[in-house]
T-cell receptor, first 112, second 116 residues
Framework: AQTVTQSQPEMSVQEAETVTLSCTYD???????LFWYKQPPSRQMILVIR??????QNATENRFSVNFQKAAKSFSLKISDSQLGDAAMYFC?????????FGTGTRLQVFP | DGGITQSPKYLFRKEGQNVTLSCEQN?????MYWYRQDPGQGLRLIYY???????QKGDIAEGYSVSREKKESFPLTVTSAQKNPTAFYLC???????????????FGPGTRLTVL
């Protein structure tokens, strides 16, 4: 069965600094997608970044980038130049066919 | 504007009552999903539907029911059989990429259900 593991329940970062959130997953599939979702205090789930497994190039979206290591089944999120608005729960997620499987989340605090 | 709407935002229910949560999308997405989120936890899948008039149980379907009579609508009924229904409920939708592969999910704003 596919699983997604986020081993950091909480992380903190100073404003303008860089932070990396970890995610590992387990699957026997070769074709799949990986996502990072952000859930701010409003509780709206917002897609931060996505990665197709067949692409070797790491995805980037402005200040957000991933380190996708397919052989190691690792998918970490790097947030550069952290801002106060980045404070939220971050969920790593995996999908191969029908169901999106979420990790348990990492709460990110940003200090001024 | 395309998106997913959920109503109501807050819902209160007395014990023993059934209650229905609404989810509508105008994204023309094939699949729709219902998740439950408890405080400090991740999302757990209740039900999902990949096509009209068909749906599948997720990981925690007991005490819930759904219908998918229209592509854009996927209401969730929380029945009196659900022993601990107080939670935050999120609806999502996604489009079919190819075959049985679906793309990223877009989420609605959620409904907070409280049992009194």
């Amino acid at each position: 069965a596919q699983t997604v593991t986020q081993s950091q329940p909480e992380m903190s970062v100073q404003e303008a600094e860089t932070v990396t959130l970890s995610c590992t997953y387990d699957t026997s599939e070769s074709d799949y997608y990986l996502f990072w979702y952000k859930q701010p205090p409003s509780r709206q789930m917002i897609l931060v970044i996505r990665q197709e497994a067949y692409k070797q190039q790491n995805a980037t979206e402005n200040r957000f980038s991933v380190n996708f290591q397919k052989a190691a089944k690792s998918f970490s999120l790097k947030i550069s130049d952290s801002q106060l608005g980045d404070a939220a729960m971050y969920f790593c997620a995996y999908i191969s066919t029908d169901k999106l499987i979420f990790g348990t989340g990492t709460r990110l605090q940003v200090f001024p | 504007d395309g998106g997913i709407t959920q109503s109501p935002k807050y819902l209160f229910r007395k014990e023993g009552q059934n209650v229905t949560l609404s989810c509508e999308q105008n994204l023309n997405h094939d699949a729709m999903y219902w998740y439950r989120q408890d405080p400090g936890q991740g999302l757990r899948l209740i039900y999902y539907s990949q096509i009209v008039n068909d749906f599948q149980k997720g990981d925690i379907a007991e005490g819930y029911s759904v219908s998918r009579e229209k592509k854009e609508s996927f209401p969730l009924t929380v029945t009196s059989a659900q022993k601990n229904p107080t939670a935050f409920y999120l609806c999502a939708s996604s489009t079919r990429v190819a075959g049985s592969v679906f793309d990223e999910q877009f989420f609605g704003p959620g409904t907070r259900l409280t049992v009194l």
